[in-house]
């Protein structure tokens, strides 16, 4: 058996934040030593690294790894721990589950409290400030599966998270683009025709344009899809917004970021442990979003799957 590791192992991600990475994980670097907290760090080099490297680490017996990065980063991470727990029995409790965020992405640092300043996160992690977070599953048409740290969604919902990885891409950054994507994606708004099963209930079917759920209470850069999302009652959140007429759509967009969606009639919002969504036509297959990442296609479930991982808190 392993023998298990007091070390931290660090992820970073050299591309997160527009290539600022190094400029504010080396005083992160400085301030651990000086704290006296021992660590690794490991760099990744292409898109889902993160996850392979996060899997080798808990493999070798490491219990505190660390994302650093934006939330993509973070969902990476959480997959490769979990992935491993899956393979090797090994309970999800036994980790902690840190960010130091540095990235255009960090939604998951608000619901649980995280700050910003990198050196102020260290700080946090010295004081092993960690609280049970829910471990979520996602799996999708292909078999392929995901772990959902913060939020996710289909229709609406995950093609304003293609907008945006596409502006990503081509090296735009900053809260602007989340509203670019916002905008551009409500002129370009189909239905899709799905049904949508909670705890093995029927609670929609027919033509929908997005249906959002958390583990966390933000996403889009500040938006509150699910602003009563808890990461650690066993539950997961979910909206489902069912086609409306446009104009009504964007009278209801400044309740994204106040907060109220959940009071708005032309919504649905619900808690459920399990959650399916079926689309009832091909062209219903839709994209899925999981943490901001395309992940795959409709249809999906998705369950809580009464595990915990330590998970950093401010």
Not at 216 to 221: A, F, Q
């Amino acid at each position: 058996m392993t023998a298990t590791k007091s070390e931290w192992y660090f992820i970073v991600n050299p591309r997160a934040g527009s290539g600022k990475t190094m400029s504010e994980w080396v005083p992160a670097e400085r301030k651990l030593e000086k704290l006296g907290i021992p660590y690794v760090t490991a760099y990744t080099d292409y898109k889902n690294h993160a996850t392979e490297l996060a899997r080798l680490a808990a493999a070798e017996g490491f219990r505190k790894i660390a994302a650093v990065g934006g939330d993509g980063s973070l969902h990476e991470v959480l997959g490769g721990i979990c992935r491993w727990c899956d393979e090797s029995g090994t309970d999800t409790s036994e980790f902690r589950l840190a960010v130091v965020p540095i990235g255009s992405g960090n939604d998951w640092i608000k619901s649980m409290k995280v700050p910003h300043d990198v050196g102020d996160v260290v700080g946090l992690i010295a004081l092993d400030s960690f609280v049970p977070m829910d471990v979520v599953r996602v799996d999708m048409a292909d078999g392929g599966f995901s772990y959902l740290a913060n939020c996710g969604g289909v229709g609406f919902d995950s093609h304003v998270c293609k907008t945006v990885n596409l502006q990503k891409e081509r090296g735009m950054r900053g809260k602007r683009i989340y509203i670019n994507a916002l905008i551009r994606t409500i002129r370009t708004l189909k239905a899709i025709n799905i049904q949508v099963i909670a705890d093995g209930a029927e609670v929609f079917s027919g033509p929908c344009f997005s249906v959002a759920m958390g583990n966390g209470r933000y996403s889009g850069s500040g938006m509150r899809q699910v602003p009563l999302a808890d990461t650690n009652d066993d539950f997961l959140d979910v909206m489902i917004v069912p086609k409306v007429p446009v104009t009504t759509i964007l009278k209801e967009v400044p309740r994204l970021f106040s907060g109220t969606i959940n009071e708005s009639e032309n919504v649905i919002s619900l808690r459920c442990r399990t959650l399916s969504i079926v689309p009832l036509d091909a062209d219903s297959a839709d994209i899925v979003e999981v943490d901001g990442e395309i992940e795959g296609r409709l249809p999906l479930s998705i369950s809580m799957v009464n595990r915990k991982i330590g998970a950093l808190k401010g």
